[in-house]
């Protein structure tokens, strides 16, 4: 059973107030397709400066993107031979899209300013009514759908259905 606390302490005088917005989510999934997965969500961890990453497990191996270190990927494949299997860091470079407009040769890192002239890119492409990498109203709907459904299923202590 979940134990939230609805208020905490207040400066020196540990007077309270309320809890307006919570440190740490946890969220399991179950998608359509079968996958299984969790969300994890910390505000307040020690040690990170803004920490977003992915990774992602499958029979094949796995893949991890961490944007504190934008310009590599962490790669595992279960085919490597036993005596290499680990993850390999693969550094970002010119044949991969969309930093090839960025990066003059393999070895020379993206900014935070570079992603997001990618994500306008994007957008203006989109508005162009070429496919683009960018989520469009009715995929943004579903999020927002996704993270009621996220909030009502602690509020009711169950499995909350999103479709």
Same mark, same amino acid.
């Given at each position: 059973?979940?134990?939230?606390?609805?208020?905490?302490?207040?400066?020196?005088?540990?007077?309270?107030?309320?809890?307006?917005? &919570?440190?740490?989510?946890?969220?399991?999934?179950?998608?359509?397709?079968?996958?299984?997965?969790?969300?994890?969500?910390?505000?307040?961890?020690?040690?990170?400066?803004?920490?977003?990453?992915?990774?992602?497990?499958?029979?094949?191996?796995?893949?991890? &993107?961490?944007?504190?270190?934008?310009?590599?990927?962490?790669?595992?494949?279960?085919?490597?031979?036993?005596?290499?299997?680990? &993850?390999?860091?693969?550094?970002?470079?010119?044949?991969?899209?969309? &930093?090839?407009?960025?990066?003059?040769?393999?070895?020379?890192?993206?900014?935070?300013?570079?992603?997001?002239?990618?994500?306008?890119?994007?957008?203006?492409?989109?508005?162009?009514?070429?496919?683009?990498?960018?989520?469009?109203?009715?995929?943004?709907?579903?999020?927002?759908?996704?993270?009621?459904?996220?909030?009502?299923?602690?509020?009711?202590?169950?499995?909350?259905?999103?479709?």
């Amino acid at each position: 059973r979940w134990r939230c606390h609805r208020s905490r302490p207040r400066g020196a005088r540990l007077k309270r107030r309320a809890v307006e917005t &919570y440190d740490i989510a946890s969220v399991l999934m179950h998608l359509e397709n079968g996958v299984a997965g969790t969300l994890l969500a910390n505000r307040s961890a020690w040690g990170r400066k803004g920490r977003i990453a992915i990774q992602i497990f499958g029979s094949k191996g796995s893949i991890l &993107y961490d944007q504190e270190r934008m310009n590599e990927f962490q790669l595992y494949l279960t085919a490597d031979r036993p005596t290499e299997q680990g &993850y390999r860091t693969i550094l970002v470079a010119p044949h991969h899209r969309p &930093y090839d407009a960025f990066l003059p040769a393999p070895g020379h890192g993206l900014g935070f300013n570079d992603l997001k002239i990618i994500e306008c890119r994007e957008l203006l492409t989109r508005l162009a009514g070429k496919p683009a990498r960018i989520i469009d109203f009715d995929e943004g709907l579903e999020i927002e759908r996704t993270v009621h459904a996220m909030a009502r299923s602690f509020e009711e202590q169950r499995w909350v259905d999103v479709r």
